[in-house]
């Protein structure tokens, strides 16, 4: 293909360091810029969707202390993305091809060293979904996968405890919870998805943290206490999780939602329970562990094709709606895998 | 011995729930009783001296947050007692063999059945200090040990950070990790024992958390960052140590002194730091462990013979001044192993 017949890019750049909560249309800038010449082996892939994750919104603000800060001015990275193939100098990936890669930058178009890319793979056209790919099958499950197998490890008969439970990651982490013969009880924000958790995910409880009495209603949830919690949130909901962890009990620490809107930190629970319970609290990154991969896939991709799985997903589209896509999944008006739609159709 | 020749028991027992800080006086009653008869096999036990600790002060309000709680009118349990035996229906103790006991209750003397008895030694007149067996070789020893070997897992040129590093159990994690070839920094109260970290427990530098510019200092005095920290604390020590945790860094919840004295919670770390660092973070309790015991002698006996183990002890005398021995360890007067002799002279 000739330069000429190259499309403009369009990058997505932060404006400036957002005030706490709702973010403004005018919080990033689109900037037009020519698309990147490849070199040998290279692809150039047309982004079609990105995954939203809590994580978009944290990075924007040094004082959401999420583990990734953009400054102004910056593009900003997405989790994962899926995308075609629009030109190529690569043998494996043809021009047409749909592809999901782990990464990416928010931009139209994104030039693509596949030896140096994680998690890129071909969705054929049999797939079935291919935004699952962006989510239980891709860094959302593999990161709720890594905290289940890794820290929570569950055995039949205990007891799970899963924060934002109506998220990607935690309903995610749920049905692995499930898969593996656990108990699992949610907590989530509002009686349709605690509804929606139980009935659709498949939680055997869901508890809602805006009730009055939500102490009171996750201790009823618990009656044998928790053997695991699958952390994701912090603040009230965490402290109300540790009290009711039973002796040796194990802390995935996934995220702190409840800081991420730049409000700054929020009081945690007192470690004293640690001490007194013997109890395991390990925080991780999924990047870390990408060697693991295809052991995640292996195991995640059985209980999927078996239909033990459900991933929805919600689509927010436009370029120009970024800031939206972010705002409703921090304002928790998602429920499953949050996309965004680059453009206004496939 | 017939019963006519029997000692009167002295027992004390908690009087009532103390306020916070500084116990009073009258906060024990000293209550006269007959000792207890023995059964076969039992020894009678004439108490001399037993360990003072964070938690005999942390036992006696429940707003401690301490592991147990004693409610008034109770007797008050010790972590280890030294002993001599009084009277015997034991074949293996004879009457005025020197033991050491992990537990005991605070009262002159205590009826043991040596077969339900963990940590029952006896001392031989060849054993150089006995309350060395109370201190770097007993329970307190014992817990530092776990807390280094099992947690922090110190390896040569990693930095590990020693919080109440004055203290038995600090001081006996900084030399056992100093053993392991680790450098070594403590936190401790006030210029004089930081000397005393440094120059007598062989601490590569320790730091004075009463400093205006504690945290400064600690940063300086871990330049590399710290790879484990052995947790004692709480407060505002804890959320400055969290601060300088590398990636995959480990911290042993032993306790958290700060709030013992009745006070009520402290805030503690926020827990961002753990999955943004990828933190372990874990409690532990002694004595889930004793069947390591064993081991622990087999390693911590072979330093203290080969002299590379230092163990102060600071001796409070008279039943009626347990709340002394306890006031001076809350209060940070002690260097090393805190201990109650029951009686004025040996």
Redesign the interface.
């Known amino acids: 293909m000739s330069l000429s017949s190259m499309p403009d890019n369009i990058i997505v750049r932060l404006n400036r360091v957002p005030d706490p909560g709702v973010l403004p249309a005018d919080i990033f800038d689109l900037v037009t810029e020519p698309v990147p010449e490849l070199r040998s082996g290279q692809i150039l892939v047309e982004i079609l969707y990105q995954a939203i994750d809590a994580g978009s919104r944290g990075m924007l603000d040094s004082a959401a202390?999420?583990?990734l800060t953009v400054p102004p001015g910056d593009r900003l990275p997405a989790s994962a993305s899926i995308g075609r193939v629009f030109s190529s100098l690569s043998d494996q990936y043809g021009e047409g091809v749909l592809v999901r890669l782990f990464g990416g930058t928010r931009q139209r178009y994104q030039r693509i060293d596949p030896s140096r890319c994680v998690g890129l793979q071909v969705l054929e056209p049999d797939v079935g979904e291919p935004l699952h790919y962006l989510g239980i099958l891709g860094i959302t499950g593999f990161t709720a996968w890594l905290g289940i197998t890794d820290i929570c490890r569950p055995v039949p008969g205990e007891t799970v405890l899963i924060s934002v439970a109506a998220g990607a990651v935690g309903s995610a982490a749920g049905q692995f919870a499930k898969a593996l013969g656990a108990r699992v009880v949610g907590i989530a924000g509002g009686a349709t998805k605690c509804q929606y958790v139980r009935d659709q995910f498949g939680f055997d409880d869901c508890v809602d943290y805006k009730a009055a009495d939500f102490t009171e209603r996750l201790a009823q949830a618990c009656p044998q206490g928790v053997n695991s919690y699958f952390?994701n949130v912090?603040g009230a909901v965490?402290r109300a999780a540790f009290a009711l962890l039973r002796d040796f009990g194990r802390v995935a620490?996934?995220?702190?939602v409840a800081?991420y809107n730049g409000g700054g930190?929020?009081?945690?629970?007192?470690?004293?329970?640690?001490?007194?319970?013997?109890?395991?609290?390990?925080?991780?990154?999924a990047h870390?562990h990408y060697h693991r991969l295809p052991e995640f896939m292996a195991q995640v991709g059985q209980w999927y094709r078996e239909g033990k799985l459900v991933q929805p997903c919600n689509v927010v589209q436009g370029l120009e709606n970024l800031h939206e896509a972010i705002n409703s999944l921090v304002e928790g008006r998602n429920i499953g895998q949050q996309v965004h739609q680059l453009t206004a159709s496939r």
Chains 1, 2 share one sequence.
């Open positions: 202390g999420y583990v952390e912090g965490q620490m996934c995220g702190q800081q930190e929020v009081p945690g629970a007192n470690l004293m329970t640690v001490v007194n319970r013997q109890l395991e609290v390990r925080g991780f990154l870390v």
